[in-house]
């Protein structure tokens, strides 16, 4: 959306202090733990921009609160995957042997909005050393949810994602849908023998660069499916909808949701192995 249309279509403009008294009012609290995804142009004409949403959101967790995003970086991944767009076939080579590794402190993110990346150069930030999945943090559990996170099964047991489960964090849908509940991921390590791949990307080992081929499950297509799970569990949970600003916004337990989303897909993969509709 242009920043035109944006101002025309916001009724007045959103500020620190009414984007947090429209969190507390979905919610959200002090002393939180909360993975957000996010969309800021969902909001409206914010003043300020993203780093006013997360002003915002650290009002309302305060001090004992943190503040977890996603920061992913799928584009460093091998160029044979790639498909928006392709690259020739004679460039991966050299693509591979060029791609700077992940550099937690640098590399932007990419396709997870404005509000993450402030989240990720904020003073204090923590981030994890996926080269594909890490996330960031702000708050006092930040430096614990971003220690450790194995290059195989990124979104697993062991990641900060497995993490986040185990400390009942709540999860935030702040302008977006299931579609983007990261946590749903969780739920597909807890399957039995679900399919798994390989990825590439340039990463730090043992102090060097180097282009690493790591194991991870076949991830599920979350466009297609997490919004109907999604839609499943509203009709069994209970889940705290609200406006922050102009964006419809979700508050809900990880942990029911990753508990839930476990049998669920379960079902589809039973399902779609029958050859029946999920």
Excluded at 146 to 175: M, N
Aim: charged share 20%; hydrophobic share 40%.
């Amino acid at each position: 959306m242009t920043e035109q249309r944006l101002i025309a279509n916001t009724p007045e403009p959103r500020t620190r202090q009414s984007l947090a008294h429209d969190l507390l009012r979905l919610g959200l609290g002090r002393g939180d733990l909360v993975l957000l995804h996010s969309s800021l142009s969902s909001l409206g004409w914010v003043v300020g921009g993203a780093p006013a949403v997360v002003l915002a959101l650290l009002d309302v967790l305060g001090p004992a609160g943190t503040l977890v995003v996603p920061t992913q970086t799928g584009d460093n991944s091998d160029p044979e995957d790639w498909s928006r767009p392709p690259v020739p076939k004679a460039w991966w080579p050299l693509i591979r042997a060029a791609m700077p590794a992940y550099d937690p402190a640098i590399t932007p993110t990419r396709g997870m909005g404005r509000i993450p990346e402030a989240v990720r150069t904020w003073p204090g930030a923590r981030r994890s050393a996926h080269p594909q999945v890490s996330f960031a943090a702000l708050g006092p559990l930040a430096a614990e949810l971003t220690a450790s996170h194995p290059l195989d099964d990124g979104l697993g047991e062991q990641s900060p994602l497995g993490l986040l489960y185990r400390r009942e964090a709540k999860v935030l849908l702040l302008g977006v849908g299931y579609d983007s509940a990261t946590a749903i991921h969780l739920a597909e390590y807890r399957q039995a023998g679900m399919p798994r791949g390989t990825f590439g990307a340039a990463a730090t080992v043992e102090g060097e660069r180097r282009w690493t081929t790591c194991s991870d499950v076949d991830h599920l297509d979350s466009g297609e499916l997490f919004p109907a799970l999604g839609k499943a569990y509203e009709q069994q949970h209970l889940v705290l909808r609200g406006k922050v600003g102009s964006a419809a916004a979700r508050l809900l337990p990880m942990r029911d949701l990753v508990d839930f989303a476990v049998p669920w897909i379960a079902r589809h993969l039973a399902s779609q192995a029958s050859g029946g509709n999920a």
